[in-house]
């Protein structure tokens, strides 16, 4: 870009900020990861995704809040389930919510029978 006097002209750049991306946040629980699945309801593999989320964030210094992406895979999504996902993720995410790009996406299947909700988020670091 040039400047009204023909020299080049650069704009300030803001900050850099690092981006993170948790995937594949499934019901596995922290302690034994890939053997704690097993057959629950939406709302108890929903709770346990969205704190699996909450923990890989806390594990890179960010928040919920540094969310720019969530999404939701949902298998045998159903429009009553849509307050019982994101009542799971107001109780574990709190206040406030996070304000990020978020898609809900109803899918024939996961990775492994019996995984009913998968998350993945996009969090940007400072």
């Known amino acids: 870009m040039l400047d009204a006097s023909g020299r080049p002209h650069h704009r300030p750049r803001p900050p850099r900020r690092r981006q993170?991306?948790?995937?594949?946040r499934v019901?596995?629980?922290?302690?034994v990861p890939q053997r704690?699945?097993?057959?629950?309801?939406?709302?108890?593999?929903a709770r346990?995704?969205?704190?699996?989320?909450?923990?890989?964030?806390e594990g890179v210094g960010a928040a919920p809040v540094d969310m720019?992406?969530?999404?939701?895979?949902?298998?045998?999504?159903?429009?009553?389930?849509?307050p019982i996902i994101f009542g799971?993720?107001?109780?574990?995410?709190?206040?406030?919510?996070?304000?990020?790009?978020?898609?809900?996406?109803?899918v024939q299947t996961l990775g492994l029978p019996g995984w009913l909700i998968e998350v993945e988020a996009t969090a940007l670091l400072s």
Request: net charge positive; no cysteine; hydrophobic share 45%.
């Open 20 to 24: 993170r991306q948790q995937r594949g």
């Open 27 to 31: 019901l596995a629980d922290e302690a």
């Open 36 to 45: 704690g699945i097993q057959r629950t309801a939406h709302a108890a593999q």
């Open 48 to 57: 346990q995704a969205f704190r699996n989320v909450k923990l890989a964030l």
């Open 68 to 82: 720019v992406r969530h999404n939701i895979y949902v298998v045998d999504h159903r429009p009553e389930l849509v």
């Open 88 to 106: 799971a993720a107001q109780e574990v995410y709190g206040d406030p919510w996070p304000l990020a790009a978020s898609t809900l996406l109803g």
